[in-house]
């Protein structure tokens, strides 16, 4: 008996010690050399794109033949905002600071007369919800604005 938990014991050590994976310092390994490096990607919007600039574009009315939307966005953190409703002589507009959410993807345009985010694109602000989150539906592509400047 004692022999039979022997050659067991035995049996489970190699078995155990032959799944190890045996160093060989031939193999290409990674080297660490600072572990307190950490590589982060922070890019996002407000850091990594030129999103200064004018943005315009004529956006669906439900009223008229359509709304000419003109946003300007100051590397200040200003904005100017101008809206002209087409064959009516009516005209509005805004300016103050905006505010960036979301990590830096979406600007937030809140103002005496507006209150409204834009997810800043390469070129164009999309039209974003309440919570910054770019709105689709089938129309949703004829509310972005494209830089003109």
Known sequence: MKNSMLIISTCVALLTTGCQNPTNKNQDTPVHTDTNTAVH???????????????????PCADCPG???TIKLHEDGTYSYSAKYLE???ILQDTGRF???NNGSVVHL???EIDTKYKVGENVLLQADSTGNIIKSEMSDK??????L
Request: aromatic share 10%.
């Open 99 to 101: 505010m960036w959410h």
């Open 41 to 59: 990607d922070d890019h996002n919007s407000q850091n990594s794109l030129d999103w200064a600039g004018t943005y315009q574009d004529t956006i």
């Open 88 to 90: 009516r002589k009516t």
């Open 143 to 148: 509310f972005s604005l494209h830089k003109v």
């Open 110 to 112: 809140k103002g005496k």
């Open 67 to 69: 709304i000419l939307a």
